[in-house]
């Protein structure tokens, strides 16, 4: 896409070549079909530009007597035209800056309104802020005569502390003989303690050695008893021995049993198969025969 400077260079170099080939002067239609770009303020820019360069150009010829009248006239329209373009922009841009102008006081109009309104709200703010500085004022009053009295409840305190110090310095004292009663009971309990003690100590030792004696006779009876149980478990152990010889005499007796069972059988299978296959044969024999 051309940028703008090329659209105007172009639409000022084909204003020329209108002049020429088509022997009229430029119009925005007869540009825009020749560059094929439809930008009409860009054209329209180029040819006004292009018409005062012209009528410039042809200005101090206007002078000469042996130029022709057609040429001259030619020449005054084209002047004519660019001071109409030129009245034109001139009108334009009058337009333009009466229309900024009037902006510009609409805006200054809307300023001063609005300072005005902001300078009514800044008072009535103002008369917000003195009365609130007002009702502090008040507070802050009443503060100071709270504190006032606090400073005097303070000072009854403070007596009262004094007071309460010379009490407690008593009390001390107080706890001290207390402390040194309590000491002088420690120490007697923990004699008494110590004295228990050594009775529970001693009463123990003798339980314990009345408790071992005892133990011992048991563990002696015990140990009888136990030698006495053990003879016991020998000879049981020997009649033990004596049961599962004749037990395992047993099993070889009944393994052998089982054997002979077993070749019973296989004889006994073989038997019926051959009485089986004679009987077989006879019938076969009949058959043929029949």
């Not at 660019?82 to 809307?110: G, V």
């Not at 100071?144 to 010379?166: G, I, P, S």
Request: proline share 2%.
């Amino acid at each position: 896409m051309p940028i703008v400077s090329d659209s105007y260079n172009r639409a000022y170099d084909a204003c020329d070549a209108v002049l020429i080939e088509e022997g009229r002067f430029p119009t925005v239609e007869a540009i825009r079909a020749r560059i094929g770009t439809n930008s009409p303020a860009i054209i329209k820019r180029a040819i006004n530009d292009w018409l005062l360069n012209f009528a410039k150009q042809h200005k101090e010829r206007l002078h000469r007597p042996d130029l022709p009248g057609a040429l001259l006239d030619a020449v005054d329209n084209i002047w004519k035209t660019a001071t109409d373009q030129s009245q034109k922009l001139f009108d334009t841009a009058s337009e333009e800056f009466r229309l900024r102008q009037a902006e510009l006081e609409s805006h200054i109009a809307f300023i001063t309104t609005t300072t005005d309104q902001q300078k009514v709200d800044w008072l009535e703010k103002e008369k917000r802020y003195e009365e609130q500085i007002s009702q502090q004022q008040l507070l802050l009053d009443s503060h100071k005569k709270e504190l006032a009295n606090n400073q005097v409840t303070l000072l009854q305190m403070r007596d009262q502390l004094a007071e309460n110090q010379q009490n407690l310095g008593c009390a001390d004292a107080t706890i001290l003989e207390l402390r040194k009663y309590q000491e002088d009971q420690s120490i007697e309990w923990k004699a008494r303690n110590e004295q228990a003690h050594e009775w529970h100590l001693k009463r123990i030792a003798e339980e314990k050695e009345s408790l071992r004696l005892m133990y011992e006779t048991q563990l002696e009876k015990l140990s009888k008893k136990l030698q006495s149980e053990s003879i016991e478990n020998e000879s049981q152990k020997i009649r033990l021995s004596q049961v599962m010889a004749k037990v395992e005499n047993f099993v070889v007796v009944l393994e052998k049993k089982d054997s002979e069972i077993l070749d019973l059988k296989i004889r006994l299978n073989e038997t019926e198969n051959h009485h089986h296959s004679w009987r077989v044969k006879k019938r076969f024999e009949i058959l043929k025969k029949r």
